[in-house]
C-alpha cells in the first residue's frame, strides 16, 4: 500500500463485498488477455486496503509464470526522443514476433503531482498494435508507491506472456536508479549538442547504462551525432562497467527515419546471451530480488505504522510537540515507538 497517500480515491469499481475477481482475473492474464491484465494493473494501483490484498493475492499465484521477459529500461532528457524511439523500436519488435510492454515511471507526477511524460498523447501507434500493451506511468503516491506498483505491472505482464518489457523514465531525479534496480539492460538516449551538454551528462547515469545512443543521426546532425558518439565513446571506456562482463559503447540511430534500429536490437542480444553465459544476467536478477525484498518491508513498515488505529492520532499530537519546542526529536521519536511496540 502507499504509506503516505492511504486515502486516495480508487479507480477500481469493486466493492468490498463484491466476490474476489482473483480467480478470474488470472485465467484472463494467463491467457494473454489485455482487458484483465489492465483490470489487474487498476487493482495493483490501487489504495484501498482490499484492493491491495486481492493485488498481492493475484501476484502470488502469477508468480510462477514470471521472470521469462527481457527487461529493457529507457531514460534520457525531455525531449531526447524517447517515445519516438520506443515507439519505433517496439513496432519493429513487435514485426520480429516479439510483444512488447511499455511501462513508464514518471518522477514529476510522484514529486508535484505533474507529469512530463504523461501529458502529451504518447506512442499511439504502438498501442494500437495487437501484439504491443501501453500503459502509462502510475500517477498517485511517493516515488515509492511508484516503484512497487511499476515493479508488480512488469510481473503481471510477464504472466500476460509480453516477452520484452521497456521501461520507460526521464532523465530527472533518482528514477534512473530505481529503473536501474528493475531492468536486465539499461539504455540512455542522448541527443548532440553544444560539448557542454555532454559536459552537463552526469557520469553517475552514464555509469548505469550499458549502452548510449545519440538519437536523431538524420539530416543536418548526422555528423554531429556520429563526433558526440566517439566523444561518448571516449568518455565510457574510463568508467566502471555497469554490467561485469560486458563493455557499455555508444551507438546511433534516426528514431524518425527508423535508421539503426536494428543494430540497437542486435546489441541488446549479444548482451543478453554474453551475460547469461557468464552469469552476471542471472547474479543481476537474483541482486535485484534481494533489493526488492528489503524495499517491500520497508514499504511495509511504514504502511503498518502510519496506517495503525492507535498511533495515527499519536503522530500529529507529537509534531506539535516537536514544533513547539516541547519535546526534542529523538524524544518524540522513542515515545511514539514505544507506543507503537506495546500496541
Ligand atoms: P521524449 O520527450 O524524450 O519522449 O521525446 P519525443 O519522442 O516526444 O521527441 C521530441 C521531439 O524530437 C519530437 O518533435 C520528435 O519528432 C523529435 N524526434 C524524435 N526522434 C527524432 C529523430 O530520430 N530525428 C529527428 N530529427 N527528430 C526526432
Known sequence: MDAQN????????????????????????????????????????????????????????????????????ITGVPGAGKSTFIEAFGEMLCNKGHSVAVLAIDPSSSLSGGSILGDKTRMEQLSKNPKAFVRPSP????????????????????????????????????????????????LLLAITGAGDELQGMKKGIME???????????????????????ELNQILHFL?????????????????EKRGLSEIWEVIKDFESKTKEIGSFQSR?????KEWFYTMLKDRILTDFFLHERIKPYISQFEEKVKSGGLTTSKAIEELLDLYKQS
Not at 489487474?40 to 514470471?66: C, D, F, K, R
Not at 511517493?142 to 521501461?167: F, M, P, Q, S
Open 6 to 73: 492511504p486515502g486516495k480515491k480508487s479507480r477500481f469499481v469493486k466493492r468490498k463485498n463484491d466476490p474476489v475477481p482473483v480467480p478470474a482475473l488470472r485465467e484472463g492474464i494467463l491467457n494473454g488477455n489485455r482487458s484483465s491484465l489492465a483490470k489487474a494493473i487498476t487493482l495493483i494501483e490501487s489504495n484501498a486496503a482490499h484492493h491491495y490484498e486481492w493485488g498481492q493475492q493475484l501476484l502470488g499465484e502469477v508468480m510462477p509464470h514470471t521472470g521469462n521477459s527481457l527487461r529493457i529500461g
Open 139 to 186: 500517477t498517485a503516491g511517493t516515488l515509492g508507491g511508484v516503484h512497487r506498483k511499476t515493479n508488480e505491472t512488469l510481473l503481471l505482464c510477464e504472466a500476460a506472456g509480453y516477452d520484452i518489457i521497456i521501461i520507460e523514465t526521464v532523465g530527472v531525479g533518482q528514477s534512473e536508479i530505481m529503473v536501474r534496480q528493475m531492468v536486465d539492460f539499461f
Open 208 to 230: 548505469l547504462c550499458d549502452a548510449m545512443v545519440v538519437n536523431k543521426a538524420d539530416g543536418e546532425n548526422k555528423r554531429l551525432a556520429e563526433k558526440t558518439r566517439r
Open 240 to 256: 566502471v562497467p555497469a554490467t561485469k562482463g560486458w563493455g557499455s559503447r555508444a551507438y546511433t540511430c534516426s528514431s524518425l
Open 285 to 289: 536478477r537474483s541482486i535485484q530480488k
